[in-house]
């Protein structure tokens, strides 16, 4: 897991840079983005580990200050970005001129990396410094902010004047520039001293012009000669000069003595007055000049003098001004010429190259110039000053440095800077100091896991900067053992500081390792230092599958391989299992140099015994699992949970489950059932063979309202399970097969016939026969049958009457039976004939009170009967009761029946009988008698 930048920690994204490898992260060719808070996380069933680790990525910080060079208008905005390569960067300060920036409101940090200046001002031009630090280095930036400064420019300028005594006259200057330029006035090379006479002034334009002038009045003849106005900026300097002539007799103002240098040029002016003038002449040592082709009257009256010499031109100088009437003027000089120093570059090189702790010096020594000479000494810039073992010594004309004993920090550029009153001169030599290799990071032996990653570090320092080879031991036939060089593959890296990669190490990459730093001073540094690959425990066979029969005896083994000690773990279904709780099981465990061998033994083996077994091998190096799946075959278990569904009168459908299939495929199962429960199961069972794994079968064919009793028995490739529990299921009924037999029928009046018959066959009937429907019609119509419904009697002979029939006719008569899913077929038709007379109508009942244990009712005759009554028959029974008789007397009309059962429902009917016999039923009452 990585930290990310608001802490949270994310997993480690794997691609061709970065992999995982038995626990190691690896990194190639790190980028200053992998730098990070690291944690790796171990878990089993028990809870987890981390381990923490930060990694700092480096590289050579530098920086660039961009731009580098600004020129702006007063005004305008600067902005200064600071451009960082490298990390780690931890802190950046800004500097202006060598000092702390501070910033305000027109001078902000908008970032660490970015200064901006808005309005610019003239103090802000300068140069700029960022400044980058981390823990081991720091670098810095530099850029120069300018102001577009505009050297001055004179505009318009004042003229030659000529005046009289007493005149006044103004003169002018214009000028511009940026910064606004001064203006200072002199008078023949002295600035000009004012008074209430003379006065100068100034002042800026709206255009931005300094507009400069000097007033003079009441002039007089001293104030002649030739005046400049000088304009000055920090940019640059212009100056105009034109003559102010006053009439009146000549004259030389006092001249100062002047101090020429040899070898360059000397201009002398004459600084006179008067006016007119005739003539100017100039003299050296009463000689008037020019003698030679070096000497040059200008107009004006200045003398050049070119190429000064101290033996030539050195001595007194003279200016003779003449006026038209012969009246002269004279003033002198004396001009001394002084020589500047020369550095002989013959003891002063261009470079010195020396070894680390020899003796070396710099001999600075002036072959030419005029003393007092002084000097001193720079290093990279910076004064330098004697210290430690090195000492500066100081002579008349030359100077020298000393280098008792030469070290690393020593080198440098070193100038020598020689002055007198004339000038300075100065030379740089280059002292480059060698320095033979030295440790910075001496190699020492090693030791890596198989398959990870190792840095073998090696550096070293020095000057010129050391190269660093790596080499390896190869043994073979014909040497005991010679380096070779380590070259760079996809596993082998050599980083620009020394240090040698190996990636995804192999055995063959454990030896012994050269590492040699050379720079050509001195002899070089090597040392050979020892890599050991360590082998962490892995498993030839990782994953094993073994498959045995119940009852047999069973070893597994798994061979481990890597440097010992090795221990050897084995857990069943993540559990660890310990032999010494199980008499069965048996380890054992055989080492040799390089690889550990464990057998697992199991005696009698059960289907218990089924699992996914683990051998774990661990030493200090590391952890490896191989993994063996054992598979106990046996017989399958007898199915459970047998359920039945979709019964009919003729099929019902079953589902079971095996639980345990003996570890080996269900090849089919067997479905027994038989119509009896005992417990032989013969050859009057009957069986469905269901094939492959199905769970489901469906038996067909079977009775209806019959019991079966049903088991199933599972089968695989070892045999047969034994019964599942028996099932016992009962078909539901169907509609009757068979019709009513011994059907008879005999009239019994001229409007009734009485139909007697008994039940189809028991093995017909397909359920609990529930009643009958009676059917009639007379035999030559051919209407259809109307049926009557009689309820099923308790006794086995079945009759009923059939009423409201013609006198003498003929009907057809048939019966079909009925249960609760249907009815059945009609029985074979029969004929029966009425009677020419009838006997009685049945009499109309009505109830007249109940009690909780008689019924009173009464019946009246019907009127359109004329026969003599003879008896009449009550029927009643109460439900679900049989049917009683009583008879009852001609002379009646009401009875009362007594002996009830009280809150009981009884249901009555009578006959009328006479000569001919009995009538027909009247219709059926039902009443119940009070009572709960």
Same mark, same amino acid.
């Given at each position: 897991m990585k930290e990310g930048l608001n802490g949270v920690l994310r997993p480690v994204k794997e691609d061709g840079r970065i992999w995982v490898s038995q626990g190691t992260l690896n990194i190639k060719k790190v980028a200053h983005t992998d730098g990070s808070k690291y944690q790796c996380i171990a878990r089993n069933s028990i809870g987890e580990r981390r381990i923490e680790s930060a990694l700092i990525v480096t590289a050579p910080l530098?920086?660039?200050?961009?731009?580098?060079?600004?020129?702006?208008?007063?005004?305008?905005?600067?902005?200064?970005? +600071?451009?960082?390569?490298?990390?780690?960067?931890?802190?950046?300060?800004?500097?202006?001129?060598?000092?702390?920036?501070?910033?305000?409101?027109?001078?902000?940090?908008l970032s660490r990396d970015v200064l901006h200046i808005s309005s610019v001002r003239r103090?802000?031009?300068?140069?700029?410094?960022?400044?980058?630090?981390?823990?081991?280095?720091?670098?810095?930036?530099?850029?120069?902010?300018?102001? &577009?400064?505009?050297?001055?420019?004179?505009?318009?300028?004042?003229?030659?004047?000529?005046?009289?005594?007493?005149?006044?006259?103004?003169?002018?200057?214009?000028?511009?520039?940026?910064?606004?330029?001064?203006?200072?006035?002199?008078?023949?090379?002295?600035?000009?001293?004012?008074?209430?006479r003379i006065t100068a002034g100034d002042y800026v334009s709206e255009a931005g012009h300094v507009i400069s002038f000097l007033n003079v009045s009441e002039i007089r003849v001293e104030d002649s000669g030739e005046y400049q106005c000088h304009v000055n900026n920090d940019v640059g300097s212009v100056y105009h000069a034109a003559r102010l002539n006053v009439y009146g007799p000549p004259f030389v103002r006092r001249m100062q003595n002047i101090t020429a240098i040899s070898g360059e040029d000397l201009v002398m002016r004459c600084p006179y007055g008067g006016h007119p003038i005739k003539g100017i002449r100039w003299l050296k040592g009463g000689i008037y000049l020019p003698l030679n082709h070096r000497q040059k009257i200008n107009h004006g009256g200045s003398l050049t003098v070119q190429s000064v010499?101290?033996?030539?031109?050195?001595?007194?100088?003279?200016?003779?001004?003449?006026?038209?009437?012969?009246?002269?003027?004279?003033?002198?000089?004396?001009?001394? /010429?002084?020589?500047?120093?020369?550095?002989?570059?013959?003891?002063?090189?261009?470079?010195?190259?020396?070894?680390?702790?020899?003796?070396?010096?710099?001999? +600075? /020594?002036?072959?030419?110039?005029?003393?007092?000479?002084?000097?001193?000494?720079?290093?990279?810039?910076?004064?330098?000053?004697?210290?430690?073992?090195?000492?500066?010594?100081?002579?008349?004309?030359? &100077?020298?440095?000393?280098?008792?004993?030469?070290?690393?920090?020593?080198?440098?550029?070193?100038?020598?800077?020689?002055?007198?009153?004339?000038?300075?001169?100065?030379?740089?030599?280059?002292?480059?100091?060698?320095?033979?290799?030295?440790?910075?990071?001496?190699?020492?032996?090693?030791?890596?896991?198989?398959?990870?990653?190792?840095?073998?570090?090696?550096?070293?320092?020095?000057?010129?900067?050391?190269?660093?080879?790596?080499?390896?031991?190869?043994?073979?036939?014909?040497?005991?053992?010679?380096?070779?060089?380590?070259?760079?593959?996809?596993?082998?890296?050599?980083?620009?500081?020394?240090?040698?990669?190996?990636s995804d190490v192999e055995e063959n990459d454990s030896g012994s390792y050269l590492c040699q730093a050379s720079n050509g001073i001195g002899a070089g540094l090597s040392k050979i230092i020892t890599l050991k690959v360590l082998v962490p425990p892995r498993f030839k066979d990782p994953y094993q599958s073994k498959t045995v029969t119940e009852g047999m005896s069973v070893a597994v083994?798994?061979?481990?391989?890597?440097?010992?000690?090795?221990?050897?773990?084995?857990?069943?279904?993540?559990?660890?299992?310990?032999?010494?709780?199980?008499?069965?099981?048996?380890?054992?465990?055989?080492?040799?140099?390089?690889?550990?061998?464990?057998?697992?033994?199991?005696?009698?083996?059960?289907?218990?015994?089924?699992?996914?077994?683990?051998?774990?091998?661990?030493?200090?190096?590391?952890?490896?699992?191989?993994?063996?799946?054992?598979?106990?075959?046996?017989?399958?278990?007898a199915p459970s949970n047998v359920s039945v569904m979709n019964v009919t009168s003729r099929a019902f459908t079953l589902h079971w489950d095996v639980v345990d299939n003996g570890n080996s495929h269900i090849t089919g199962s067997i479905v027994q059932y038989q119509t009896h429960s005992d417990s032989e199961w013969n050859g009057q069972t009957s069986q469905l063979i269901v094939s492959s794994a199905e769970t489901i079968a469906t038996l067909r064919g079977l009775t209806p309202v019959t019991t079966y009793f049903v088991r199933i028995i599972a089968e695989n490739t070892l045999g047969k399970s034994r019964p599942s529990e028996v099932l016992d299921v009962t078909t539901e009924e169907e509609a009757p097969s068979g019709t009513p037999t011994e059907v008879h029928v005999h009239s019994t009046g001229a409007q009734s016939m009485k139909v007697m018959w008994k039940p189809p066959p028991e093995e017909t009937r397909n359920g609990v026969i529930k009643g009958y429907y009676v059917g009639y019609k007379i035999s030559a119509n051919e209407e259809t049958y109307t049926f009557k419904q009689v309820e099923k009697s308790a006794n086995e002979q079945q009759s009923t009457y059939i009423t409201g029939l013609q006198p003498f006719t003929e009907y057809d008569i048939v019966i079909k039976a009925y249960n609760s899913a249907g009815s059945g077929p009609e029985s074979p038709q029969i004929m029966g004939k009425t009677l020419e007379t009838a006997p009685p109508t049945s009499p109309i009942v009505q109830v007249l009170s109940t009690t909780s244990s008689s019924i009173e009712f009464k019946w009246e005759k019907d009127a359109k009967d004329k026969s003599a009554i003879t008896e009449y028959m009550l029927h009643y029974k109460p439900d679900n009761g049989d049917w009683e008789q009583l008879r009852l007397s001609n002379r009646q009309d009401h009875y009362s029946l007594d002996g009830l059962k009280c809150g009981t429902r009884y249901h009555l009917y009578m006959t009328a009988s006479n000569s001919l016999g009995t009538g027909e039923p009247s219709e059926q009452v039902s009443v119940r008698t009070l009572g709960a």
């Open positions: 530098s920086v660039h200050l961009r731009p580098p060079y600004q020129v702006l208008n007063i005004g305008q905005e600067a902005t200064f970005n +600071c451009n960082v390569t490298g990390y780690p960067v931890h802190t950046v300060s800004w500097k202006k001129d060598q000092r702390q920036l501070t910033p305000s409101s027109r001078v902000r940090l103090e802000d031009r300068g140069m700029y410094q960022c400044f980058v630090f981390n823990d081991l280095e720091g670098a810095q930036g530099t850029a120069e902010l300018k102001i &577009s400064d505009v050297a001055p420019t004179l505009i318009s300028v004042f003229p030659e004047h000529t005046a009289h005594i007493g005149d006044s006259i103004s003169l002018k200057c214009i000028s511009t520039g940026n910064p606004v330029p001064s203006v200072t006035w002199y008078l023949d090379d002295s600035v000009v001293s004012q008074s209430p010499e101290r033996m030539a031109d050195e001595g007194e100088y003279s200016c003779i001004v003449r006026d038209a009437d012969g009246e002269t003027a004279t003033a002198s000089t004396h001009v001394s /010429v002084v020589v500047s120093p020369v550095i002989d570059p013959h003891f002063f090189r261009d470079s010195v190259i020396t070894d680390e702790g020899l003796r070396t010096k710099f001999m +600075c /020594v002036v072959t030419k110039g005029d003393p007092p000479l002084r000097f001193h000494w720079l290093k990279n810039g910076l004064p330098f000053l004697a210290h430690g073992d090195t000492t500066v010594q100081t002579f008349e004309d030359s &100077s020298i440095v000393t280098f008792k004993r030469v070290s690393s920090s020593d080198r440098g550029h070193y100038t020598c800077i020689a002055a007198n009153m004339a000038s300075s001169t100065n030379l740089t030599t280059q002292l480059i100091v060698n320095v033979p290799p030295q440790w910075t990071v001496e190699p020492k032996n090693i030791s890596v896991v198989l398959g990870n990653t190792v840095w073998m570090d090696c550096a070293a320092v020095g000057f010129p900067a050391p190269n660093i080879l790596w080499k390896k031991m190869i043994y073979t036939e014909s040497t005991a053992g010679d380096f070779t060089y380590v070259h760079s593959s996809p596993r082998a890296h050599r980083y620009n500081n020394g240090t040698l990669v190996l083994t798994c061979s481990a391989v890597g440097d010992p000690p090795i221990s050897i773990k084995w857990m069943k279904n993540k559990s660890i299992l310990d032999a010494k709780k199980n008499a069965r099981y048996s380890i054992k465990e055989t080492a040799a140099k390089m690889q550990t061998l464990s057998e697992l033994q199991i005696v009698s083996s059960s289907r218990n015994d089924t699992g996914i077994y683990t051998c774990s091998a661990t030493s200090e190096i590391g952890a490896d699992e191989a993994v063996v799946k054992l598979i106990v075959q046996g017989i399958p278990d």
